[in-house]
T-cell receptor
Framework: DQQVKQNSPSLSVQEGRISILNCDYT??????FLWYKKYPAEGPTFLIS?????DKNEDGRFTVFLNKSAKHLSLHIVPSQPGDSAVYFC?????????????FGKGTKLSVIP | GAGVSQTPSNKVTEKGKYVELRCDPI?????LYWYRQSLGQGPEFLIY????????DSGLPNDRFFAVRPEGSVSTLKIQRTERGDSAVYLC?????????????????FGPGTRLTVL
């Protein structure tokens, strides 16, 4: 049973527009969430994270929103650029429970069209 | 500075053989993690080291899989009697000590992975 779900396998967005990638989780013990970006033949690259004590974290063009009651988080990229085209993974851990392993979703492939 | 490095980048072996995969973490990172990623899936956790000891090996699929980190730096993932289902990309990550407190401590930085193919 998947504890972290990314229900959209792919997303296409026009350059300059906003990209919104969504992620849902089922484990209420998760208290730390991360987004990774992955290019083909490379390892995942850390993008941004958020602790469960916050509902928003921003870093340049990237903003992550967390809705704990809905067990939902989203990554916003504004404005989207062609170099953002990659697979994006949502991940979570239950640090408060002493578990530091990351549980990943299956990823969403983002294509930014010039 | 140097990131996480993994060798070899590709490994092709035959069913039943033994393989070793190596990971060099970021200098100063005391925590090291192994994951594997199958096609179309996200990475799946295998094992986590804090220093030299395996703090969490709950993700190892069976006793054919074993990992060591004898000096608290480089780690080796060992797979005995490989099976075709072991074919995947094996990823290594490192982080600062996540037990030190602070959410950002658990930002894990990944290497490029080793693609293992079992024929």
């Amino acid at each position: 049973d998947q504890q972290v779900k990314q229900n959209s396998p792919s997303l296409s967005v026009q350059e300059g527009r906003i990209s919104i990638l969504n992620c849902d989780y089922t484990n209420s013990m998760f208290d730390y969430f991360l987004w990774y970006k992955k290019y083909p033949a490379e390892g995942p690259t850390f993008l941004i994270s958020i602790s469960s004590i916050k509902d928003k974290n921003e870093d340049g063009r990237f903003t992550v929103f967390l809705n704990k009651s809905a067990k939902h988080l989203s990554l916003h990229i504004v404005p989207s650029q062609p170099g953002d085209s990659a697979v994006y993974f949502c991940a979570a851990s239950a640090q408060g429970a002493g578990s530091y392993q990351l549980t990943f979703g299956k990823g969403t492939k983002l294509s930014v069209i010039p | 500075g140097a990131g996480v490095s993994q060798t070899p980048s590709n490994k092709v072996t035959e069913k039943g053989k033994y393989v070793e995969l190596r990971c060099d973490p970021i200098s100063g990172h005391t925590a090291l993690y192994w994951y594997r990623q199958s096609l179309g899936q996200g990475p799946e956790f295998l094992i986590y080291f804090q220093g030299t000891g395996a703090a969490d090996d709950s993700g190892l699929p069976n006793d054919r899989f074993f990992a060591v980190r004898p000096e608290g730096s480089v780690s080796t993932l060992k797979i005995q009697r490989t099976e075709r289902g072991d074919s995947a990309v094996y990823l290594c990550a490192s982080s600062l000590n996540p037990t030190s407190g602070g959410a950002s401590i658990n930002e894990q930085f990944f290497g490029p992975g080793t693609r293992l193919t079992v024929l």
